[in-house]
């Protein structure tokens, strides 16, 4: 095993928050020594009709896929460049389809499971903090919804391979307090975590969250590490250049300081061990 630099699941302009071109967000990651560089779109088809309407979500998928792997082709030898998807988790049938035949159709190099949406609305929105008639909801109820999809979305019909940004309800909270605990959520976490294990997937540590170091926390960290898991991957989530690697050294230090010794690039199903 190698140390080799890892940022696997980031965007560009192909995804509908991108800020810097593929062209771009390549240049940078070689430039700042980058190993191994996943690009992981946003496929958000579990995004509601309405929510649809107020941001164009639609990625250009042959567009991406084409030019995805001309990049990785003239990146070979210097940079393994993955060419990966983003898919939001979500019951919807024609949403369900709609991953099956991307993955049929391009073979992502790896595919990030997430939860973004609750009954198609981005937590961004907010809207997933409120009941139907508009009253808040305590974060127990909130959280506890999320936690439940995050739950249900290990069981996804597609191919995945990583578990990305646990406690991302967490990111647009609007509670005093919008920390996501162990003594408040034990129980869910735990199910999570042993779920990921069981079914031999990543958790992903991601550091696009600016409340804290990662989601998810250390604290959720350390008990997937005393459960057992050893699969994490590293994912800046940078949807600009200056973003890519962001935070990794501190976030390296925690992982080492819990016991972990490697994180893991998945690439075409196999799950390539990188030295911390
Ligand atoms: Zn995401
Ligand atoms: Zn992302």
Redesign the pocket.
């Known amino acids: 095993m190698q140390k080799f630099l890892t940022d696997v699941?980031t965007h560009s302009t192909f995804s509908f928050d991108g800020v810097d071109t593929l062209d771009t967000m390549l240049k940078t990651a070689h430039e700042k020594g980058v190993a191994f560089y996943g690009v992981?779109e946003?496929f958000n088809y579990d995004s509601c009709e309405a929510y649809v309407k107020e941001l164009p979500q639609d990625i250009d998928q042959d567009g991406y896929f084409h030019k995805g792997r001309h990049l990785q082709d003239d990146y070979a030898g210097c940079m393994n460049v993955l060419i990966g998807a983003?898919f939001?988790f979500t019951f919807d049938e024609k949403a369900i389809k709609r991953y099956l035949e991307v993955y049929e159709k391009y073979r992502p190099d790896f595919v990030?499971n997430?939860i973004?949406n609750k009954d198609g609305w981005d937590y961004y929105t907010k809207k997933p903090y409120y009941t139907a008639d508009g009253t808040l909801k305590d974060k127990k109820q909130a959280y506890g919804e999320y936690l439940q999809l995050v739950k249900q979305s290990l069981d996804a019909p597609y191919p995945y391979d990583i578990v990305?940004?646990i406690g991302?309800c967490i990111r647009y909270a609007p509670y005093d307090d919008v920390s996501i605990t162990l003594a408040e959520f034990g129980a869910e976490i735990d199910e999570i975590l042993k779920g990921i294990i069981q079914r031999d997937k990543i958790l992903e540590v991601?550091s696009?969250y600016y409340g804290g170091l990662c989601l998810p926390t250390e604290e959720i960290l350390r008990r997937y590490y005393v459960l057992g898991g050893r699969k994490l991957s590293f994912a800046s989530?940078a949807h600009d250049a200056g973003r890519i690697l962001d935070k990794r050294e501190e976030i390296v230090d925690v992982l080492k300081k819990i016991g972990f010794t490697y994180i893991i690039v998945p690439c075409r199903g196999e799950h390539i061990k990188v030295e911390l």
Do not use: L
């Open positions: 699941h992981a946003h983003e939001g990030v997430s973004h990305a940004h991302y991601n696009g989530d």
